[in-house]
Nanobody, 125 residues
Framework: QVQLVESGGGSVQAGGSLRLSCVASGYTLDYMCIGWFRQAPGKEREGVAA????????VYADSVKGRATISLDNAKNTVYLQMNSLEAEDTATYYC??????????????????WGQGTQVTVPS
């Protein structure tokens, strides 16, 4: 079992920045992908970014490329998502998820086994 706890959400003005954190505990592995997903009201959940815990390789959704940076601190079992130049369209609940025993990250939510409870990000229009 892997437990994931997100934090760092809030309300930010358009153009502002936010850093989300995801702390993993339990059966954490180097051979694991940690990803960030988001879901806005009335919309399907979409992948934002993911990072491989062992290789450090990353993948981003086109909608956030150039505005988001995913990083990890293995010593703290924490994955960060830095979001800059926030837009109203970024308003959503952001979820951290883990996919164990994979060598490459793919932002397909059905592949992720463990999920956090989510943290709300609101960018007023």
């Amino acid at each position: 079992q892997v437990q994931l706890v997100e934090s760092g959400g809030g309300s930010v003005q358009a153009g502002g920045s936010l850093r989300l954190s995801c702390v993993a505990s339990g059966y954490t592995l180097d051979y694991m992908c940690i990803g960030w997903f988001r879901q806005a009201p009335g919309k399907e959940r979409e992948g934002v970014a993911a990072i491989h815990r062992g290789f450090g390789s990353t993948v981003y959704a086109d909608s956030v490329k150039g505005r988001a940076t995913i990083s990890l601190d293995n010593a703290k079992n924490t994955v960060y998502l830095q979001m800059n130049s926030l837009e109203a369209e970024d308003t959503a609940t952001y979820y951290c998820a883990a996919q164990p025993w994979v060598g490459r990250c793919a932002m397909v939510d059905g592949l992720f086994v463990y999920w956090g409870q989510g943290t709300q990000v609101t960018v007023p229009s």
